[in-house]
């Protein structure tokens, strides 16, 4: 499985492809469930992120994005060949120089699956098929993953840290007796 802190980069991804260009390409993103063999690859998108976490730190990186589509009516009996996945790979890097250090994510969704982008996880070769299992992609705070607060100076006051107790309300009695017209409560 993948180290989710430590995705695939694309030129991993990218190389264990090539080592495969005569099996036919197949997506897992469910146990048991794969994106039909009929799929597209629609596009491939690199893009170049920069955030501010929450305990002030800037950071970057690079994500390659593969989009996946499935159409409406399955198309053939047989996915497509790796080989022909690297052809596309091949038109997008001619136009469009992928960073071989970027994030690989997997783009997907259908009528039962909402669309999200989730990571390579594991390949598995099973006959004449070469199985990319997804991982669903994840948050967290890049703070507490530094053991830092949340821009605060207290890692207890941290947003992330645990909440703080709350004060225990009064309950006012039964008769009414803490507000009664012309007492002033209201």
Not at 56 to 75: A, D, K, R, Y
Not at 88 to 102: D, F, G, H, R, T
Not at 107 to 136: C, H, W
Not at 147 to 165: N, R, V
Request: charged share 20%; with cysteine.
């Amino acid at each position: 499985m993948i180290n989710q802190l430590n995705p695939m980069p694309w030129q991993a991804f990218k190389s264990t492809l090539e080592l495969n260009p005569d099996l036919h390409l197949q997506f897992q993103y469910e146990a048991g469930k794969f994106v039909d063999r009929s799929f597209h690859i629609t596009e491939i998108k690199q893009s170049p992120i920069v955030s501010v976490d929450c305990g002030g730190v800037m950071n970057s990186w690079t994500e390659v994005i593969v989009q996946l589509w499935e159409p409406p009516v399955s198309e053939t009996e047989r996915s497509m060949l790796v080989s022909k996945a690297l052809k596309i790979v091949s038109l997008v890097e001619k136009s469009l120089p992928l960073n071989p250090n970027a994030v690989v994510k997997i783009e997907f969704g259908n009528s039962k699956f909402d669309t999200r982008q989730m990571y390579p996880a594991e390949f598995l070769t099973e006959d004449d098929t070469f199985i990319v299992i997804l991982a669903p992609d994840f948050t967290q705070c890049k703070a507490i993953s530094r053991d830092q607060s949340c821009g605060t100076d207290s890692a207890a006051a941290s947003c992330c840290g645990p909440a703080p107790e709350k004060e225990a309300l009064e309950v006012a009695g039964a008769d009414g007796a803490a507000c009664k017209p012309g007492s002033g409560c209201c």
